[in-house]
């Protein structure tokens, strides 16, 4: 082997080695659909990490949608409601996707530690109406 095809075999290992670390690293995607009066998820488990949640407002009554993720073990059709909405400050809040319209998509990175996690439409009366889904994080 001469010394430029070791170069390039290096310089192509390299390349490669990068790729793939950045594939590793890239985290877990999730796509949560918020319709009428559901959440509806691509899946309902990951591995501990980042995750990129990509909320899209399926809806057709021109509603607007939010989706947030909890941390609880209580179970997703159970957390309490005051005033039409579940009182987020009673729980451990990872972060949200506020105010989407009727069509519209936001993604929402964050990194999970294992546990039983609740998303939520927090808008008023859409908890009541189903929408919820639980999500498990596993080591």
Same mark, same amino acid.
């Given at each position: 082997?001469?010394?430029?095809? &070791?170069?390039?075999?290096?310089?192509?290992?390299?390349?490669?080695?990068?790729?793939? %670390?950045?594939?590793? =690293?890239?985290?877990?995607?999730?796509? %949560?659909? @918020?319709?009428?009066?559901?959440?509806?998820?691509? $899946?309902?488990?990951?591995?501990?990490?980042?995750?990129?949640? +990509?909320?899209?407002? #399926?809806?057709?009554?021109?509603?607007? !949608?939010?989706?947030?993720?909890? *941390? $609880?073990?209580?179970?997703?059709? *159970? @957390?309490?409601? *005051?005033?039409?909405?579940?009182? +987020? /400050? &009673?729980?451990?809040?990872?972060?949200?996707?506020?105010?989407? #319209?009727?069509?519209?998509? /936001? !993604?929402?990175?964050?990194?999970?530690?294992?546990? =039983?996690?609740? @998303?939520?439409?927090? &808008?008023?009366?859409?908890? %009541?109406?189903?929408?919820? #889904?639980?999500?498990?994080?596993?080591?």
């Amino acid at each position: 082997m001469t010394v430029r095809s &070791q170069r390039i075999a290096i310089c192509a290992f390299i390349a490669a080695s990068s790729l793939f %670390a950045n594939a590793v =690293h890239a985290g877990e995607k999730v796509k %949560a659909t @918020l319709d009428n009066d559901t959440i509806k998820l691509d $899946t309902d488990s990951i591995k501990a990490g980042s995750v990129t949640f +990509e909320a899209t407002n #399926a809806s057709v009554n021109k509603q607007i !949608h939010e989706l947030v993720v909890l *941390k $609880t073990d209580m179970p997703a059709d *159970k @957390l309490p409601v *005051k005033n039409g909405a579940v009182p +987020e /400050k &009673q729980f451990r809040k990872m972060g949200e996707v506020e105010d989407m #319209a009727p069509g519209q998509s /936001k !993604h929402l990175t964050l990194k999970l530690t294992p546990g =039983h996690y609740v @998303l939520i439409c927090n &808008q008023p009366g859409h908890y %009541a109406m189903g929408m919820h #889904a639980p999500f498990i994080v596993t080591p």
